[in-house]
């Protein structure tokens, strides 16, 4: 923005000393002159607009450049996520507009009725003018009807129940993971969550501790997890892929350490991999017999479910954790390396964590982590 400048097309009124000020103005008793602003006045103007306008013209680069990230909320791929998307430019474009009035009042009433070298004593002011205090009560009235009834009408159409025939998916919040079930389907996971691209997805969520919040940017917005509450999010991923999401509410030590994957993926993917999932899992051999027997003969029992073999529920069900693809919600990928570093000290990994460090040995953690990676 240029700084202040001169005034070249009235050089006298330019340079308004306090002495120039309180000077009595040779011609006090002229009018006070309402003519078109100076040009150079214009000229700055227009040269603050032009730069408002290129601020603003970055924008959608800003956007685009938001797309590489992957929690972004700016590129929705689901149809409740693109009536939030769509409220939200509706509102900007409303905010942008008040913005662009308001300033540009300003400007013009501090430009038009700046003090002038032949001006005396305070300004007139112009009082009891009927159809301005109507005006600026109604036009208030008329800016809240237009974000209001966007508003108000998306609320009702992504809180209304979820259409017929949607996958049921209940969602249990853990210190520090995600629990996913499948009702319809007998199939229970953690922290990944599939869905079939084109089917509404339908969710009952719920915390086992304190107050999480679900959210996956890239397809909904957030809902949160209460306790003794069961808070309800439905939506319709309509792009098969990847999208991160994690908890959106400070739920502890390891709050940042809650993240989750949605896999969004074709029907016949998503059947693929339900049938999977109600397999029992393979009969363990050679290593993993060893890694089986320790498992059940350990702790882990008591925290985990592995179908056939344990029932806990504190901890993730790990009947078919080697297939996913990350570890403790997110913080490790599924390696054998990163199983074994897990199962060595748990809490050195993620901070809080409710499972123990298990002082397990070295062959133990070698067998349990062929057992784990073995059951796909
Ligand atoms: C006191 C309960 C408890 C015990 C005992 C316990 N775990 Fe865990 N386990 C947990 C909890 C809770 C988590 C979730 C950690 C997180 O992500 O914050 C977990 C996570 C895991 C994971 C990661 C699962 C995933 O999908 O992210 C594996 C693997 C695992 N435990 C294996 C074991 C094995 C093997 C044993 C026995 C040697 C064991 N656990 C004993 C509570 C327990
Ligand atoms: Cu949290």
Known sequence: MPGPRPLPATPPTSRRTPAAASAPPPDAAAPRSAGPAPRATLGALRAAALAAVAALAGLPGAARAAATYPQSTFYPHSEVGGLIQSLLNN??????????????????????FRRRRESTGPPEGAHGHTGLEVAWSLAPVAILACIA???VGTIFRIGGPAPPGALQVNVVGHQWWWEFQYPQLGVVTAN????????????????????????????SGK????????????????????????????CGES?????????????????????????PGPPPAALAARGAQVFSQSACIGC???????????????????????????????????????????????????MPNLNLGRDQIQALVAYLESRK
């Open 223 to 250: 809902r949160d997890v209460v306790p003794a509450r069961t808070n309800q999010l439905w939506f319709t991923p309509d792009r098969a892929g990847t999208y991160r999401g994690q908890c959106a509410e400070f």
């Open 255 to 279: 709050h940042a350490n809650m993240r989750m994957l949605a896999v969004v993926e074709t029907p016949q993917e998503f059947d693929a991999w339900v049938r999977d999932q109600r397999q």
């Open 192 to 219: 990944e969550l599939h869905l079939p691209v084109g089917r509404a997805a339908s969710f009952r969520l719920q915390t086992a501790d304190v107050i999480h919040s679900f959210w996956l940017p890239g397809l």
């Open 149 to 151: 009834v966007p508003t």
């Open 304 to 354: 985990h479910t592995i179908q056939g073999v344990s029932a806990g529920v504190l901890g993730p069900n790990l009947t078919h954790v080697g297939s996913r693809s990350t570890l403790a919600a997110g913080v490790l990928p599924n390696t054998p390396e990163s199983l074994g570093r897990w199962l060595q000290d748990p809490p050195a990994t993620k901070p809080g964590t409710l």
């Open 91 to 112: 509102l900007l474009f409303w905010v942008f507009l008040i913005f662009v009035v308001v300033e540009t009042l300003l400007v013009v009433a501090m430009v038009r």
